[in-house]
């Protein structure tokens, strides 16, 4: 089958497209194989991770301090919250001890005062 010259040119232009992609590309790995396996580049790039990896580091360590110190204030505040319980509940057996002890000098009082009532009302009863 016969081209005409228009799709010879297309043909051969697009041939040409493919032919520069082609070296384009191995052009570009060849290049990236170079940049990988240059020492100098890896140093960089090494370094480069390094200060990343100790930054992160440092961060890390930064947030550990900051949890060991919430964790702390936490601890110190649940001990002051059991001592106020601890507290208020010796105050509250405090209280009721001396309620007890209240009711107890009350009756003495109460009876007493109706052993003297009683006596009273004797030597009354005499004279």
Do not use: C, N, W
């Not at 570009?28 to 396996?37: C, G, H, V």
């Not at 961060?59 to 002051?80: F, G, Y």
């Amino acid at each position: 089958r016969k081209m005409s010259s228009y799709q010879a040119v297309v043909r051969a232009l697009g041939m040409l497209l493919i032919g520069v992609a082609l070296v384009g590309k191995l052009a570009f790995i060849t290049l990236s194989k170079q940049q990988a396996y240059d020492p100098a580049a890896l140093l960089q790039k090494g370094e480069g991770l390094q200060a990343t990896l100790d930054h992160l580091k440092a961060e890390r360590s930064a947030l550990t301090h900051k949890i060991q110190a919430v964790d702390r204030a936490e601890a110190v505040r649940r001990e002051r919250k059991q001592a106020l319980r601890h507290e208020a509940e010796e105050r509250k057996e405090d209280a009721a001890r001396k309620v007890e002890q209240d009711k107890s000098e009350l009756a003495a009082e109460r009876q007493f005062k109706s052993t003297l009532e009683t006596g009273l009302d004797k030597i009354r009863g005499l004279g």
